[in-house]
């Protein structure tokens, strides 16, 4: 099955910064939106930003601010700039995509990239 690819993750002090990819297995352009999820221990995986095919984006209320998503449609790659870390941002982050409106995530899961804020 395809899926995504992410990496970028690492660790980081809180304050910093890290910029995440996501490389899709197809063509991005079509797909109604693409999201970053993430997972923290023992917790639900969350949507936290999407940006829908005309580029209007979305972010949950806890990392608005701070966290940017974007594209490069040509190399299918989606991306997650993190700003100001926070350890509670502490999770291993995903990437999917959602092929219409409500048809939830539709590609398998990939790996994740972890990412752990912490002194």
């Known amino acids: 099955q395809v899926q995504p690819v992410e990496s970028g993750g690492g660790l980081v002090l809180p304050g910093g910064s890290l910029r995440l990819s996501c490389a899709a297995p197809r063509r991005i352009f079509s797909i109604y939106a693409m999201g970053w999820y993430r997972q923290a221990p023992g917790k639900q995986r969350e949507l936290v930003a999407r940006i829908y095919s005309g580029g209007t984006t979305y972010y949950v209320d806890s990392v608005k601010g701070r966290f940017t998503i974007s594209r490069d449609i040509a190399k299918n790659t989606v991306f997650l700039q993190m700003n100001s870390l926070k350890p509670e941002d502490t999770a291993v982050y995903y990437c999917?995509?959602?092929?219409?409106?409500?048809?939830?995530?539709?590609?398998?899961w990939g790996q994740g990239t972890q990412v752990t804020v912490s002194l």
């Open positions: 999917n995509g959602e092929f219409s409106r409500g048809a939830g995530p539709g590609f398998s």
